[in-house]
């Protein structure tokens, strides 16, 4: 979408138009057949801007027209609901697993004392009897 097109349809105080009704209308991004419901991320999963704009909303506001690589893009941050968490927990909970532990293995991994590690291991104090 064209920025002086996103500017006049989604800008601030757009008269009470409805979000969802400008995106249909207008709205051009090929995700949005993926995600209809829209895009639900953590930090470093979007590009700069993109994630700058929307975790500076708060619950229920809309962006100005924000520009990045991709394109314009007008934000709405809608709330996370108990029932999204409680039916996503498991997923969030593995990301961040991955997220944390992997550098850490990776580490291990590449450390010249890599050898070590299985000796350390078979020589736990509580596995020598």
Known sequence: MRRLQSTERFGPGQNGADFDELIKQ???DPGTEV???GYVFTKGEMVEEFETAAFELAENG???VVETTYG???LLRLPITDEYIAENKDTYRQ???DEKITPLLEEAYDSPHRGNLGEIRHHHPETVK
């Open 72 to 74: 314009y893009h007008v």
């Open 95 to 97: 990301s961040m697993m």
């Open 35 to 37: 995600y209809p419901d």
């Open 26 to 28: 207008y709205g051009q």
């Open 62 to 64: 809309i962006s100005d």
